[in-house]
C-alpha cells in the first residue's frame, strides 16, 4: 500500500488568518509528514478576493495548489495571476458564453515525489449563481484524467457551495472516483468526515481558518448591524489582539496506488 498524506485547509479569512496560516501550517506539514497541501484563499485579501500578496503567502507557508470560489472575482488586478500561475485554480464550472472565457482554470495537476496530483476546484449552485454544472463538469475533469494520467495518482475536488445538500449529493455522485471531496465556503467546520461507501474520503466543510470569536470569520458588531438595521455595511474580518487565529481543515491519507482513501480526520 503507497499511502500519501494531504492536508485540505479552509478559507483564509483577512490578515489573522494568514498569520495561522504562516504559523500553523509549516509545523502541520511537518508533524504529519504531509505530502500535499491544498487551501482555500478565496477571503484571504481582508474577507473578499485575494492579491498577489496572498498568494505568495499562501504558497510560501507550503500550500501546493491554493483553491477559490466565488469571491475570487473580487479584484481584477489578481485576475493575471489566475491566468499565469497554474496553482491559483478558480471554480473550473464558470461558463464560456460566445467566446468569452473567465480567466483561470479550475484544473490543476502535477507530479510530486512519484505521485500524479489532481486538484478539481468547483462552484455549487443551490443558493448560489447558476453557472455551468458541477456534476457535469467533474466528468470532463475526471476523464481528463483517465485518458491521460499514469498512476499512481490522487484526485482532490474542493467544492465550494452554499447548500450542505447539494455537497452530499456531489459527494455520492463522485464517489470512488475522486480521492477526497472536501466542501467550502460556509467557514463552519461541519463534523460529518467519513469515507464514503466507493472509498472517498469526505467532509461537507473544511470551515475557515482566521479569527474563531467572529462571525465566520467577520467583525461581530458590523455582522449585528447588517441584521438589524438590514443596510450591507461592508464587512471586515474580525481582530483579536493577542489572540491567535486558528487553523481548520483536514488529514486525509490515501492509497495512491488505488487513489481511495484510508483515513480522514479533523484538524
Not at 125 to 150: A, E, G, T, Y
Not at 154 to 182: N, P, Q
Request: charged share 20%.
Amino acid at each position: 500500500m503507497n499511502v500519501v498524506r494531504i492536508a485540505m485547509i479552509g478559507d483564509i479569512v483577512g490578515t489573522p488568518g494568514l498569520q495561522a496560516l504562516e504559523t500553523q501550517l509549516p509545523a502541520l506539514i511537518r508533524e504529519n509528514k504531509i505530502n500535499f497541501v491544498t487551501v482555500n484563499g478565496e477571503n484571504a485579501a481582508e474577507g473578499f478576493g485575494m492579491t498577489e500578496t496572498e498568494y505568495r503567502l499562501i504558497t510560501a507557508a507550503g500550500a501546493d495548489a491554493v483553491t477559490s470560489g466565488n469571491h475570487i472575482w473580487e479584484k481584477r488586478g489578481f485576475w493575471p495571476i489566475l491566468e499565469n500561475e497554474k496553482n491559483m485554480l478558480r471554480p473550473e464550472n464558470y461558463p464560456v458564453n460566445a467566446g468569452s472565457v473567465s480567466p483561470g482554470s479550475g484544473f490543476f495537476s502535477m507530479e510530486k515525489n512519484g505521485v500524479f496530483w489532481f486538484v478539481i476546484n468547483l462552484q455549487g449552485r443551490d443558493l448560489m449563481s447558476n453557472i455551468d454544472c458541477p456534476f457535469h463538469c467533474f466528468d470532463v475533469c475526471f476523464d481528463q484524467i483517465q485518458k491521460h494520467s499514469k498512476t499512481p495518482h490522487v484526485i482532490i475536488v474542493d467544492f465550494h457551495a452554499e447548500s450542505t445538500r447539494e455537497k452530499e449529493s456531489f459527494a455520492y455522485y463522485a464517489d470512488g472516483r475522486a480521492s477526497v471531496i472536501a466542501g467550502t465556503h460556509t467557514h463552519v467546520q461541519t463534523a460529518d468526515e467519513r469515507i464514503m461507501p466507493k472509498g472517498s474520503a469526505y467532509i461537507t466543510d473544511l470551515g475557515m481558518t482566521g479569527i474563531t470569536d467572529s462571525v465566520i470569520g467577520m467583525d461581530q458588531k458590523i455582522c449585528h448591524e447588517r441584521f438589524f438595521r438590514q443596510i450591507q455595511f461592508q464587512m471586515k474580518p474580525a481582530s483579536s489582539p493577542g489572540r491567535q487565529g486558528v487553523t481548520h481543515g483536514i488529514i486525509a491519507e490515501i492509497d495512491a496506488d488505488t487513489g481511495k482513501a484510508v483515513s480522514v480526520r479533523r484538524i
